[in-house]
């Protein structure tokens, strides 16, 4: 399993550079993971799972998100235009997302968040979002990307269930060992259809 871990990171960072060549890094480890927590962005290792474990929290106790930190122009990859345009990019990220993921999605920037629901209507939570205020640097984005996806939760009436028994770790542990693969997998075909569709125009 470990080994298995260690081809997965190392595939996933090979992959994760030529995507990032390619369009925004949001958008195609998204793919395959629950959070997307760029590089550049300097967080404690301790928060950064905290946030991951909320999210996966969230998700196994009916209240289905993703969510994304974007804390510069460079974590835009080739869409900077939509920096620090957080609802445009939301909807952006939505419908790049679509083949694979067609439900809710939080894009927090440091002027703001951003939230894409494909065919509903956003604005119960951005009305919920705007009572949130976003710290400074990273882990003011951080705590903010938190306090929202609990707000979110809470305005659909769903209480996140935290795991916090030793098992509860080892399946979580086991689950990203299972996205990572899996985001492995899914980056490469989605690199190699856009290739293709290239050279196709071509």
């Known amino acids: ?78 869409v900077t235009s939509l920096w620090r345009k957080p609802k445009p990019y939301a909807k952006f990220l939505g419908t790049e997302l679509a083949f694979v993921y067609k439900n809710r999605l939080l894009v927090v920037m440091p002027n703001g968040f951003g939230f ?31 306090t929202g996806v609990q707000q979110l939760a809470a305005s659909s009436g769903v209480k996140i269930k935290r795991s916090s028994d030793s098992s509860g770790g080892r399946s979580m542990a086991h689950d990203r060992v299972v996205i990572i693969i899996a985001a492995v997998a899914l980056l490469a075909v989605a690199i190699a259809l856009r290739l293709f569709l290239r050279r196709k125009r071509t």
């Open 116 to 146: 894409n629901r494909p065919g509903h209507s956003a604005t119960k939570e951005y009305a919920a979002l705007a009572k949130i205020k976003i710290g400074s640097g990273a882990m003011g984005m951080l705590t903010a990307a938190e």
């Open 1 to 78: 399993m470990k080994r298995l871990l260690l081809v997965a990171i190392a595939l996933f960072c090979v992959l994760g550079g030529t995507a990032r060549a390619d369009g925004d890094p949001a958008s195609d480890y998204l793919l395959g993971t629950q959070v997307f927590i760029p590089f550049d962005l300097k967080l404690p290792k301790a928060s950064q799972q905290e946030l991951t474990s909320l999210v996966h929290d969230a998700n196994t106790s009916g209240y289905t998100i993703r969510v994304a930190l974007v804390g510069s122009a460079y974590d835009m990859g080739s």
